[in-house]
């Protein structure tokens, strides 16, 4: 019988509690990759270096939640051999762990691009990076929801959304390559949007990627390479015994 946690319950108190932390920790993590985004994103805004700098050094952080929590799944395998559920928990959050320190990396190349943008953006680059910032930070913010709720109907919509911030972005690297060649004099701070825009697209896919490792946790199947409607089939089905 699973429990309410989502995962299921032993006759060892102790090993309920490992499975626990290494979620809680999952939850923390993504909590300071969320503060770094609001950050890196405020420092784009407002042109605020220490902003962005916070956003840098908060990858450092992230790197050290990365091997903390690397290595408690890897003694919980180790020490308790989970199957079933327990297994899926410990695989789904290790791999989740994996994607939000590559967000860490991603949105840390975003605030050192944002460092060079003396000049401000070019055209209408801003509007076009925050709404897509926009997308990506709801993204993020409900593929870790799905995570501490075990909901993989939410998982979907998320995965879905990437659909919409991969055509947003297609969308602003026309524009930006239009302006370069009609203003070649925009190009430096055109190519630091570009990179911009090019990180958060990839924030993005990795807020995917934790979905999918949800709905794999929650109904056993790996959907990494599933289509949107093959993923949405997986989420209807009842749950994999």
């Known amino acids: 019988m699973t429990n309410k946690d989502g995962h299921v319950g032993h006759i060892s108190q102790q090993f309920n509690t490992e499975l626990d932390e290494i979620l809680t920790h999952l939850m923390t993590m993504g909590g300071l990759i969320e503060q770094q985004l609001k950050d890196a994103m405020l420092g784009l805004k407002t042109g605020d270096i220490q902003l962005?700098?916070?956003a840098i050094k908060a990858d450092d952080q992230i790197n050290i939640m990365e091997m903390h929590l690397d290595e408690q799944c890897t003694r919980i395998i180790a020490r308790r051999q989970p199957a079933a559920s327990d297994l899926r928990l410990v695989i789904a959050i290790s791999k989740a762990v994996?994607?939000?320190e590559r967000m860490g990396d991603?949105?840390?190349r975003i605030a050192n691009s944002g460092s060079k943008l003396i000049d401000g953006f070019p055209g209408e680059g801003y509007a076009q990076v925050r709404h897509i910032s926009e997308l990506v930070a709801t993204m993020v913010s409900d593929s870790l929801t799905a995570f501490a709720r075990y909901d993989a109907d939410l998982a979907y919509?998320?995965?879905k959304s990437d659909d919409d911030v991969d055509q947003e972005y297609k969308f602003a690297m026309r524009a930006?390559?239009?302006?370069?060649?009609e203003e070649p004099q925009t190009i430096k701070q055109s190519m630091h949007t570009i990179w911009i825009l090019r990180s958060l697209e990839r924030v993005g896919d990795h807020a995917q990627n934790v979905a999918q490792h949800l709905i794999?946790?929650?109904?056993?199947?790996?959907?990494?390479?599933s289509s949107v409607a093959q993923m949405n089939a997986t989420v209807d089905m009842d749950d994999k015994q």
């Open 52 to 54: 962005l700098q916070c």
């Open 98 to 100: 994996s994607d939000l």
């Open 106 to 108: 991603e949105i840390c």
């Open 157 to 159: 919509q998320v995965a």
């Open 176 to 181: 930006l390559v239009t302006q370069m060649m």
């Open 216 to 225: 794999y946790l929650v109904k056993g199947i790996n959907v990494s390479h």
